[in-house]
C-alpha cells in the first residue's frame, strides 16, 4: 500500500513535525504520517514509529482539531478507537466498549488534567485519585455469569474483541470460578492484563537463544503473541499472568431471588462504592490484580511526587510497566466525568520516558568471551533510551543479523525493555538508500586468529583456542569479579591494563604480579599496589565454592559451583569424576556434567589448579575433609551401580561420605564396595572378576550405616 520512497519521506515527515510548532496548517501532514503509523503497526505488526513519538503526534492533531474544527476530516486518524482485528478467532462485542487511556508526561500534563477533572467536578473541594501501575501487556476482557468464567476476550477495535477463551483459561492466575453469586452477582465483566514475568520472559529468551532462534522483542509482544496462538497447550507452556485493574460491567440477581444481605457485606464488590475498594475486594476473591501496588492521594501534588519517584520502582516490579495510571477513585465522581470515544475522563496513564528510539548503526564489532564465544555488537550513535545513553548493542549472534537483515548504516529502532539488556527491534528498512552494507562475520577469531567453529545445536560461533588472549583475559575479569574471588581493585580495567602490558598472563599470574612494575604506571600509587596486595593475599582463603566459580567452568554458575564444592574435600579429587558421577549430584544434569568432566580431564586445567595452590590458594573443602577423617567409613571407597530402591543414589552417596568413605567412579584395584541395585550391568560383573571388590546389596549397605 504505501511505497518504499513513500514510507521514507512520511518518516521523515514524523521526525520533522515532532520538531515543528503547531500550526494549522501541519493538520494533514499529520493525519498522513498517523495513518502511515497505524497501517505500519495494525497491519504490517511492524511499528514504524517509537511509541512516544506516535503519541506526541497524536496529541498535536487533537490539539489541532480542537483549536481548529473546521480543518478536521471525519477520517483523521484521531476519529476512531483503533486497533484491528485477525480472522484467527471468532469475533465478539464487549458488554462495554473497551477504552484507551489519554496519555500525559509531565507534571504540567497532569496538572491540566487534574484542572479539567475540577472543572467536571464542580463544587468538590478534595478529589481522591488513585494511582496504579499501568501494565505493559496485552488488554483482556473476562466475563464470569453464574460464577464460573465464560469468556476472554482480547480488546480488538474496543467494541469487539476476539474470542480467546481456550487461552485465557491456560493463564494459571486467572480463577476459573468465583463465588460472586454468593455477593449477589449474576454476571460480571473484568478487564486486565495479560502479562508476562520478567523472568519468565528472560528465561523463555535464554531457550530460545541456546536453541539458535532470535530472543523476542519484549514482554509485551510475548504476552500479546501468545494470547493469540492457536494451540491453547503451547499457552500453558508459556506460562502468562495477569493482572486486573477494572470491573466494567456488574449484573446483580434480582433482589427477591437473592437471599442474603448486602448492604453491610463489606467483601462485597458491589457494595464498594470506589475503584480501590472494588479492586482489593477482587484481590480477596483470589483475583490478581494491582492491589498491592496502588496508592491513594488527595492532591494532584503528592500524585505528581509520586509519579516522578516511580521509575525507581520500575525496575523492581516483576511485570514490565510503562507508566502510571491514575484514577479518580469515586464511583460517582468518575460517572459524573464520563468518557470521550477514545478515553474516560476520569482516568489518565502517565507514560514513563520512552525505553524505544531510533539510531544509526554505524559499526559492528566481534568481542570473544571467556568461553570463546565470538559475539556481534553492533555501534551506534549514541542515544538516550530510558536514562541511560546506549552506544552499544549486543546482536547475539548471525541468526539474528540474518534474520533481521541488519546492515552497517542501517537506522534502526532500540529498546530497552525493562532491566532487559538494550536490542535492536529491527532496521527500518525504508530509511534505506542504498549506501548500507552486508554485516560480514569473521571466520577467524578477530583476536588470536584461530578458526571458530559452531557447533550443531548451538547458534554461536566460539574460537577453540584455550589460549586466545582475549579468553584468557575475560577468565582473569571473571575470576577476580565480585561473585568469585572477589579481589577488590581488580577489575576489568586493572585487568586489562596489565594484560595489555604482559604484566598478566594467566590466572595464577596474579599472585605473581611484578610490583615494582606497576608501582612505575600511572595512577599507582604507594597505597592502591598495598590495597590490590592485601585483596589478592585475601582472596587465597576463599571458600572453594567460589575459586570452582571463578575458575569458569562452562554452565557452572554459582548454585552449581557450591554443589560441586560440597561435593569434595578437595578440588583434585574431581579428575577422577566421570559424567555419571557429576550427574548424581542434585541439580546437575547432562550438559553441567559433560562440562565440568571435560574440564578437569585437561592438563591446562590442571597446571592452572597446581599453580594456584603453590601459590597459596584454597583449595579443600575444610568442612568436608574434617567430616570424611573423622567417619568410621574412613579410607573406603565405594560404588554405586544399579537402580536403588529405597534411596536416590546421590543419598547413598552422601551417606557414605558423610561416615568418612568417598566415592570412585569405575571399578579398579582402588575399589572397596560396589552396591548393586536391580539392572546392574557392567560394573557388577568387572567387579566380580577383580575379586577384591566386596559386593553389597542396598540392605547391606544400609545395614553397614547403621551398624558402625
Ligand atoms: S484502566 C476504562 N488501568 O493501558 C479503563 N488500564 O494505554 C481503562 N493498562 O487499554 C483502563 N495497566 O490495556 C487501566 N492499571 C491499569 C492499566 C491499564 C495497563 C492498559 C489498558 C489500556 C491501556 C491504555
Known sequence: ??????????????????????????????????RWADWRYYVQSDPALADFEYDT???????????????ST????????????????????????????????????LRDWDRK?????????????????????????????????????????????????????????????APFSKLGIHQIEIRGEAVIHKDIFADNNARRMAEGLAPLANPRNAASGTLRMLDPAEVSQRRLSAVLYHVSELERIPASLFETRLSDDSTSIGAANDHFHTIQNLAALGFPTPAGEMHLFRHIDDV???????????????????????????????????????????????????RQATSKLRQVVFSVGRTGSVTPVAKIDPVPIGGVTVSSVSLFNEDVIREKDLRVGDTVLVERAGDVIPYIVKPLAEMRDGSEVEIVYPSNCPECGHNLERQEDEAVWRCINIACPAQVQERIIHFCSKDAMDIRGMGESNVKKFCALDILKDIPGLYHIEWERVATLEGFGEKSVTNLQAALEKSKSQPLARLIFGLGIRHVGETTAKTLAQAVSHIREFYEWDEDRFITLEDIGPKVAASATHFFRRSETRATLDALEMAGLNLANDQKAMQVSEGAFSGKTFLFTGTLSKLKRSEAEAMAEAKGGSILSGVSSKLNYLVVGSDAGSKLEKARKLGSV???????????VQGD
Not at 503526534?57 to 480543518?71: D, I, T, V, Y
Open 694 to 704: 566386596s559386593i553389597l546389596s542396598e540392605e547391606d549397605f544400609l545395614d553397614m
Open 57 to 71: 503526534l497524536f496529541k498535536k492533531l487533537q490539539a489541532l482539531e480542537a483549536r481548529f474544527p473546521g480543518n
Open 74 to 109: 471525519p477520517d483523521s486518524p484521531t476519529q476512531r478507537v483503533a486497533k484491528g482485528l485477525s480472522e484467527r478467532f471468532p469475533t465478539v462485542s464487549h458488554l462495554v466498549p473497551m477504552l484507551s487511556l489519554e496519555n500525559t508526561y509531565n507534571a504540567e500534563d
Open 117 to 177: 477533572v475540577r472543572a467536571g467536578a464542580g463544587a468538590q473541594e478534595v478529589i481522591e485519585y488513585c494511582v496504579e501501575p499501568k501494565y505493559d501487556g496485552a488488554s483482556i476482557s473476562l466475563i464470569y455469569e453464574n460464577d464460573q468464567l465464560l469468556r476472554g476476550a482480547t480488546r480488538g477495535d474496543g467494541i469487539m474483541g476476539e474470542d480467546i477463551t481456550a487461552n485465557v483459561r491456560q493463564i494459571r492466575s486467572i480463577p476459573l470460578s
Open 304 to 354: 505528581i511526587a509520586y509519579c516522578e519517584g516511580f521509575s525507581l520502582r520500575r525496575d523492581s516490579l516483576p511485570f514490565e510497566v510503562d507508566g502510571l495510571v491514575i484514577k479518580v477513585n469515586d464511583f460517582a465522581l468518575q460517572e459524573k466525568l464520563g468518557m470521550t470515544a477514545h478515553h474516560p475522563r476520569w482516568a489518565v496513564a502517565y507514560k514513563l520516558a520512552a
Open 1 to 34: 500500500m504505501y511505497a518504499a520512497a513513500q514510507q521514507q519521506l512520511l518518516f521523515q515527515d514524523a521526525k520533522d513535525l515532532l520538531e515543528a510548532e503547531n500550526a494549522p496548517g501541519l493538520m494533514p501532514r499529520l493525519a498522513a504520517v498517523l
